[in-house]
């Protein structure tokens, strides 16, 4: 199993119940395992994530995780 420290910002946290504002979500995942996997697992629909960082660096939906990556999954940003 891999170990990943997942953040969600804006409304994604609303799909993971009793996530706190700034509280990681700290989860075992299987080999192999995406960001892809991860999105779909969690019920969130994947045109709602724009950014997504894994160690600080842009990521696509096809990256697979290793052993302690920190997730960071942003909705889009508006403003002005």
Request: no cysteine; aromatic share 8%.
């Amino acid at each position: 199993m891999i170990r990943i420290e997942l953040r969600l910002f804006g409304e994604l946290r609303g799909f993971v119940k009793g996530l706190e504002l700034g509280e990681p979500k700290i989860m075992d995942v299987s080999e192999r395992y995406t960001v892809g996997d991860l999105i779909k697992d969690l019920n969130i629909p994947s045109d709602t994530v724009k950014i997504i960082l894994v160690n600080g660096r842009s990521r696509g939906e096809d990256y697979s995780f290793q052993q302690n990556d920190k997730v960071a999954l942003f909705p889009p940003i508006a403003g002005g």
